[in-house]
């Protein structure tokens, strides 16, 4: 059974950090591109960006809003992904997926989601 | 980058069938994808590639593209199909992928 498991979601203040994991199982991750996607309350998806597998490149695309900001890394031997929030903004508020992404060198479609975590900017 | 354009909300009677739009210039280079999203609970993906299903995913779902326009149809809607559908694709201009803003489904 695939499962996308995120983690690190909580209350921070503006301008502050978080990290967010997503562990992964029940596919080959390190052969998976994998994207996060961001909902933010009562509206619609955003993607967020997108990282490669290794073998093609393991480098990353960002949406504009949060290029500079944000950055996703991976690492294979533990299964799991992350994206580092940084400068956060209260419109950064929003529930992080974590998606496998059925893209290779480019984002695409998301076919496994996690139940997401959710990101709180406040003073 | 690109946009992509969905009707807010459309209803549908139980039993009938409903036909949920998606415009925006990307289509025209790329097949949408459809998510099917139920409130608290993290979007599934119902539709993908030319009219592909996830398995799992009811054959009562369709997909169809055409010009700059992508429909998800439901052919015998039921009450457990009452949720947001977004639609993606991928952005024409950079290596981004851009979502509808989503539509509420209501079955009557």
């Known amino acids: 059974e695939v499962q996308l498991v995120e983690s690190g979601g909580g209350l921070v203040q503006p301008g502050r950090s978080l990290r967010l994991s997503c562990t992964a199982s029940?596919?080959?991750?390190?052969?998976?591109?994998m994207s996060w996607v961001r909902q933010a309350p009562g509206k619609g998806l955003e993607w967020v960006g997108f990282i490669r597998s290794k073998a093609y490149g393991g480098t990353t695309e960002y949406a504009a809003s949060v290029k500079g900001r944000f950055t996703i890394s991976r690492d294979d031997s533990k299964n799991t992904a992350y994206l580092q929030v940084n400068s956060l903004k209260t419109e950064d508020t929003a529930v992080y997926f974590c998606?496998?992404?059925?893209?290779?060198?480019?984002?695409?479609?998301?076919?496994?989601w996690g139940l997401g975590a959710l990101v709180t900017v406040s003073s | 980058s690109s946009e992509l354009t969905q009707d807010p909300a459309v209803s549908v009677a139980l039993g009938q069938t409903v036909t949920i739009t998606c415009q925006g210039d990307?289509?025209?280079?790329?097949?949408a994808g459809w998510y099917q999203q139920k409130p608290g609970q993290a979007p599934v993906l119902v539709i993908y590639?030319?009219?592909t299903r996830p398995s799992g995913i009811p054959d009562r779902f369709s997909g169809f593209n055409s010009g700059n326009k992508a429909s998800l149809t439901i052919t015998g809607a039921q009450a457990e199909d009452e949720a947001d559908y977004y639609c993606?694709?991928?952005?024409?201009?950079?290596?981004?992928?851009?979502f509808g803003g989503g539509t509420k489904l209501t079955v009557l």
């Open positions: 990307s289509l025209r280079s790329y097949y």
């Open positions: 993606n694709s991928r952005d024409n201009s950079d290596n981004h992928v851009v």
């Open positions: 590639l030319k009219n």
């Open positions: 029940g596919f080959n991750f390190g052969d998976s591109a």
């Open positions: 998606t496998r992404d059925q893209g290779t060198s480019r984002p695409y479609y998301f076919d496994y």
